[in-house]
């Protein structure tokens, strides 16, 4: 059976200021279809979406969305006629419920008295209707990744969306929420809902996707149905290259113990006790409410300690803050980017300079010059995708910008670096070259706490993993114990024994 065509655009063209961002770019999607867009950091992903969603303009190429040739000039125009994007950094209003969130387009018509009592009853069926057990009460804020994301796909049932487009939906999620969130897209491909969805996971797009479009520099290198493509041939297609090993060989930890804590605990964490060798990677895995982020922020001074100590080098490190932390060679690369990450309207180079000021014995005087020099030194060791060091990076892509906070924190030169989520959004031909980074830092003898909700990562990347449940260390890992059945057991409180 002939299935109707949902959006048809052709010869797409999109120029931003030294950076040809798409050029001649042709897609047609099908209701029911899942359509896999996929593309290095900067290929043009997300500026594809931006423009069937009306948040900006092609220069040209036409679209035809649900019959007819349109050319959407706002958001909100699009989204009337059936566009819903979930995009890679979430846009639901923090300081609002879950309730008024999901109403928020209704808010503009001037005419209409809010009924809460309805308003929060309307809410809970559509939340039921998606299978959701979450508060409608619960502040936005409150809610973590996955749940921000499920409400925004409710909505857009609710908004009777034709085409859902989701931008990354799976760079923040654990393994259990990814399945979730697969099923969900499954169920709404049932109903003919179709779905474009844009990932550098490849291995979760071929149980959902119908076809495949991969991006190169703005460029369409690929686009076939998903039956006749494999992964490694559309990695090749991204990357350019043939990708053999995602990760360093692992040589021996003999270093010394350089960081030592204790009896670590606050409101998230309890009685906390592990050791890190210098020039090793320190896994660290939990499922949300585990307390492994809050165990990284608490190693970096954002959150106070009621009850244990930390010692660096033999040292007391005193959590009190992070400049305090930043003074004693610890870094800390936060997980969500645009909130804790990076200054959006800032430049790339003084974004890569902002740690290294508080640096002890750092001059306090801006200097232009150097900050040239540092900046442009991580765009060629990162390949950052930016026309120059004083790039705003807000219009970075997502990967490029998250290559800028890992850059600003490789120029502190740290003794130990917290990554949260390192890897996220990057696509991967670049993760290679994190990996590679990360190790040849750990060989120079500076040590990594990696918390990743990245199976493989962890596994492939990590000497020994901490596995966090409930606020309490769980397990220690050791190295040829890292396997997912393992992880996982010790993650829902299990002992860590297959
Ligand atoms: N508003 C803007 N101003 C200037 N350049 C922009 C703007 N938006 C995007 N670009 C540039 O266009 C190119 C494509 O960016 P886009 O965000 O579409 O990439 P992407 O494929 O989504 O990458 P990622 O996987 O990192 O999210 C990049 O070089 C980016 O820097
Ligand atoms: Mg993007």
Not at 123 to 148: M, P, T, W
Not at 185 to 205: C, N, P, Y
Not at 234 to 240: D, F, R, W
Not at 287 to 313: D, I, N, Q, R
């Amino acid at each position: 059976m002939e299935t109707k065509v949902i959006l048809e655009m052709e010869n797409i063209t999109k120029q931003f200021p030294g950076v040809k961002a798409l050029s001649g770019v042709s897609l047609t999607v099908h209701e029911g279809e899942v359509l896999a867009l996929l593309g290095e950091n900067g290929a043009g992903k997300s500026t594809l979406i931006k423009i069937i969603a009306g948040v900006q303009p092609q220069d040209s190429g036409t679209m035809i969305f649900d019959g007819q040739e349109r050319h959407f000039t706002d958001p909100m125009q699009a989204k009337r006629a059936g566009v819903s994007v979930v995009y890679q950094e979430l846009t639901n209003v923090p300081l609002l419920t879950v309730a008024e969130n999901m109403f928020i387009n209704q808010y503009g018509d001037k005419n209409r008295v809010l009924n809460w009592k309805k308003m929060y009853a309307e809410a809970r069926e559509i939340l039921q209707n998606a299978g959701l057990d979450i508060d409608v009460k619960k502040l936005i804020s409150d809610c973590n990744i996955a749940e921000k994301q499920q409400l925004e796909i409710a909505r857009a049932v609710y908004e009777n969306a034709k085409l859902l487009i989701l931008d990354e939906p799976t760079s923040a999620l654990n393994t259990r929420e990814i399945a979730q969130l697969l099923d969900t897209i499954k169920r709404l491909k049932a109903q003919g809902m179709a779905v474009i969805l844009i990932t550098h996971k490849m291995d979760e797009i071929f149980p959902v996707a119908d076809s495949v479009m991969v991006l190169r520099d703005g460029v369409t290198v690929a686009s076939k149905p998903i039956g006749e493509a494999t992964e490694d041939e559309l990695i090749s297609l991204m990357v350019g290259r043939e990708i053999k090993n995602m990760y360093p060989p692992k040589g021996e930890v003999g270093g010394e113990v350089i960081l030592r804590a204790e009896g670590l605990t606050n409101a998230s964490i309890r009685d906390v006790r592990f050791e890190l060798r210098r020039g090793e990677i320190l896994g660290v895995y939990g499922l949300m409410g585990s307390g492994h982020l809050e165990l990284g922020k608490t190693l970096f001074g954002c959150f106070p300690k009621t009850a244990g100590h930390v010692e660096l080098e033999g040292r007391e490190l005193r959590l009190t803050s992070p400049k305090a932390c930043i003074e004693r060679g610890v870094a800390f690369l936060p997980g969500e980017r645009k909130d804790e990450g990076i200054v959006q309207i800032q430049t790339v180079a003084v974004n890569m300079m902002i740690p290294s000021y508080e640096k002890p014995g750092s001059p306090k005087r801006i200097d232009a010059r150097r900050e040239r020099q540092v900046a442009n030194k991580w765009i060629e060791k990162l390949a950052i995708k930016t026309n120059s060091h004083q790039t705003i990076v807000e219009t970075l892509s997502g990967g490029n910008q998250q290559k800028v906070i890992l850059g600003k924190w490789l120029e502190i030169q740290p003794k130990v670096i917290i990554l949260n989520e390192p890897t996220r959004g990057i696509d991967v031909g670049a993760k290679v070259e994190i990996y590679k980074i990360l190790k040849d830092m750990c060989r120079d003898g500076v040590s990594v706490i990696m918390i990743t909700s990245e199976m493989p990562e962890l596994i492939g990347m990590a000497d020994r993993a901490l596995v966090m449940h409930e606020g309490a260390l769980q397990c220690v890992l050791q190295r040829d114990e890292l396997t997912e059945n393992r992880i996982m057991s010790a993650a829902i409180g299990g002992t860590g024994n297959e």
